[in-house]
């Protein structure tokens, strides 16, 4: 790992955390990654400056990549990939451009623009099985980390949980190196979480039962206490995405038992 | 319009907007307004040189503006006017100035400072129609884009809906050019919604009957669920205020489809 | 004090703050802490560039000390004794330094780091009144100004308010300079508040009730409407902790009427 990765603070010269066995960077499990709304470059550089070692991915959330000023979009690109952070457009972008027939069009250009990653999702326009596996191939093809979604974002385009399971093979089979479970922005009302926010532990033991390692899935938890029962449940080093940038370094504590929620299952 | 105001993305040389029919600026409609609560300079320029291509306006919430030292009020007033944007004092702050009769001379320092545009509002302090009519048309004579607001802040003050049908009557007459419905920073409790945020689609309708064109109404529209709401009944153009800051930019991703709530629409 | 922290805005070469009294820096009443969960130092920068006059305190959050790189916290710790604000680590991370018995260390590199107040508290940690006593006076004999915490974070760990009030006689005695009463950073069920973050004033009374004067206790009060109705029951200068920094301008505010809601009060 390069020197500007390293966080090198003198409190750990003195002090254990609490909850031992946090994955360093470059990892395969535990996971972070942020959900940029519109972060500036400067707010991104302070972002990284500070807490770089702690995010793993950063998603250009929905289909922003196209209102940024071209100079904006690729300092941002640029700072991710000089901090070893993978970063890519919102799998809604990806959607729209399946809709609009121009799949391949839109790899050689997110690969043109630097982006390392792709996801595949179809969370708001219906892509048959078929159309599906060829995205995440012709994704993997491109040279891209492939994360596909499963979930719907509207609770009336839901389906049965059977097919969200051979869907999880599926892109397994295809190439997708990472399985994201939908949490939305809110963290509610998604199949994951109900109406105020709690996990659904059934849904946890599905999505589970479907992939060969628990690391293989990314929960989007936006929420405190959603981050901090799937801590308590799987470790510092379960996988969480749809972090808000704000929440970084506190998500970082919780992780390492140095905030109370989580301090306190150790004592 | 200035190179600087131009965002020159590549993604659209290759994808279509979902939602079609978005203005550019300067627009007359479509007016995207924020609630700024405290940005410090460096926070407005890169918000500025991020998003300025999808700020109108610009509010200094409240009374802030005589909190800040003199410098960074000058900056934060500079940036907006290089970026083409409104930038003008809370309607609170024009209350209190009318409270200690104070109005001419709030007009001039205002002038002299560089604010662009006055709110006209009674949502705290009481103000009968010959004041504010008076207040109106100083504003104008002061060389001001004059906006009004239509609503009290605090429940308990509300006024029977014909006495607000004859506000903007009158407003409009005394020579504003926009009326503002307040949804205060919360989105919850005013004319415009209810406790829990939802549109009261009678109040729209009311406020619509008393305008000669739609565009002449900026919707204070603080939650997502309300900008969707009167994106998905009135279209991209729809005007909306007291937007955070974080959220403008996917505030235009739901504007022109590049979000799950609003591409949904069109499929 | 030094030039840099005054404010000198034109506005109020013509206005009048509508709530009278707010004291200025330096000020042993009206304090404001804030959470700092994170930001950056071009964040921290700009943050006191603008309301610097209007903080007296940063608490970095939890153990949130030690996920920054050094030289990041050290800029952090310079900036806010530049501007004459008192920074400390959250009382979590000196419950820790107990629990892995490191007091003394701790201290120490506190000290040597530039922190200028600390914390003791027993939100999470067990902690004898003994010990207790003996980390204030340690903490008092390093030179720091010392605030101790009541309250407990999880609902499951109260104690019978008699023992806070004991607590309160024996931290004073110890040597403590402020008190602060737990509301965590939501707001939400503590001793102080409700689920839904009412405040119980009975709480309130008691809590006055041991120290002997009111400007003794800082209270945590992130939500705006328990910021409004303390500024309401005990004017401008109320102690109040755990403010976020995005809302800062806007609580300084709602301190000298510069908001409708206190605004109101006095018409």
Redesign the interface.
């Known amino acids: 790992m390069e020197d500007h990765q390293l966080?090198?603070?003198?409190?750990?010269e003195?002090?254990?955390?609490?909850l031992q066995g946090r994955s360093q960077k470059p990892r395969q499990k535990g996971l972070t990654m942020i959900l940029d709304?519109?972060?500036?470059?400067?707010?991104t550089r302070?972002?990284l400056?500070?807490?770089g070692?702690?995010i793993d991915m950063i998603k250009l959330?929905?289909?922003?990549?196209?209102?940024?000023?071209?100079k904006?979009?690729q300092e941002k690109i640029g700072l991710a990939r000089y901090y070893g952070i993978d970063i890519y457009p919102g799998g809604?972008?990806l959607?729209?451009?399946l809709?609009?027939d121009?799949l391949k069009?839109?790899l050689t250009?997110a690969k043109t623009?630097g982006y390392t990653a792709i996801e595949v999702s179809d969370?708001?326009?219906?892509i048959s099985p078929e159309v599906r596996a060829s995205a995440v191939a012709q994704a993997v093809d491109h040279g891209f980390k492939v994360l596909t979604e499963i979930g719907k974002?509207?609770p009336l385009d839901r389906v049965p949980i059977e097919k969200s399971l051979e869907q999880i093979h599926a892109d397994l089979k295809s190439g997708a190196s990472k399985i994201i479970v939908e949490g939305r922005e809110t963290g509610k009302n998604t199949g994951l979480y109900d109406r105020e926010g709690h996990i659904d532990r059934n849904h946890v033991a599905l999505m589970l039962s479907a992939v060969d390692k628990p690391e293989r899935i990314i929960w989007e938890a936006p929420l405190k206490e959603q981050q901090q029962e799937l801590i308590l449940d799987f470790g510092p080093d379960v996988n969480m995405g749809n972090i808000p940038p704000?929440?970084?370094?506190?998500l970082?504590?919780l992780r390492?038992g140095?905030?109370?929620?989580t301090?306190?299952s150790i004592?």
């Open positions: 966080v090198k603070n003198k409190w750990l003195l002090l254990q955390f609490p709304k519109g972060l500036g470059v400067e707010e302070g972002l400056e500070t807490a070692a702690y959330g929905f289909g922003t990549s196209a209102l940024y000023p071209q904006v979009l809604t972008f959607e729209i451009a809709h609009q121009k069009e839109f250009m623009m969370g708001t326009v219906s974002k509207n704000l929440e970084l370094i506190a970082e504590a390492v140095l905030r109370g929620d301090l306190r004592l």
